[in-house]
């Protein structure tokens, strides 16, 4: 698939972090409407499995638009938690897909049709289906090794429309999205 064919949406990894509280969120907005407001300028995150609940799993229903994509990590806690199937299912096509971190089994959520991968790639190479992607950028972005990054995921094989989920800080997703945006993805 040729990269032109492929979009590249840009979104953060763990927009609850403390980074992102502190940089990218107004001082006075409720806790509550962080999902809201970061939906208003991104379409898609990623968050592990420390930074969500089941309880939280509602409001984001009502607070993330159809077209956003949600992934998450699920760990043991949430899958012993009841309601987990229901709650995650509810999200209907804004829930991307899940991954199961360390010493979880996800074959319920399997078993109810809900999208269970590996985990995010953070290299792509020939052969590998590239729908979510995770880059971690260091403390320094290098607009070098952000490109190189951004054309990899573009290039490999997988769905038209892939996710590119960054572990970094708020201005480091903004000069990313930029970059990508220069680069047609």
Not at 76 to 96: D, F, K, N, T
Not at 114 to 123: G, K, N, S
Not at 165 to 184: C, D, F, I, N, T
């Amino acid at each position: 698939m040729k990269s032109d064919d492929v979009r590249v949406d840009v979104g953060a990894w763990d927009w609850r972090s403390p980074v992102w509280c502190r940089e990218y969120y107004p001082e006075e907005l409720p806790e509550e409407w962080r999902a809201a407001y970061y939906a208003n300028e991104y379409r898609c995150a990623g968050l592990p499995a420390d930074a969500w609940s089941v309880e939280q799993l509602e409001a984001w229903r009502e607070d993330l638009p159809e077209d956003f994509s949600l992934w998450l990590e699920t760990g043991p806690a949430q899958l012993a938690e009841s309601g987990i199937v229901p709650a995650l299912a509810a999200l209907g096509a804004r829930l991307a897909g899940v991954w199961p971190g360390p010493a979880t089994d996800p074959a319920m959520l399997r078993d109810a049709g809900i999208r269970v991968i590996a985990q995010p790639r953070e290299a792509w190479q020939t052969g590998d289906e590239a729908a979510v992607g995770l880059y971690r950028p260091g403390a320094e972005l290098d607009l070098r090794a952000a490109r190189e990054t951004l054309e990899g995921f573009a290039s490999a094989p997988g769905p038209r429309s892939r996710q590119l989920l960054v572990a970094g800080s708020p201005a480091q997703l903004a000069r990313l999205r930029e970059l990508g945006e220069l680069l047609g993805l």
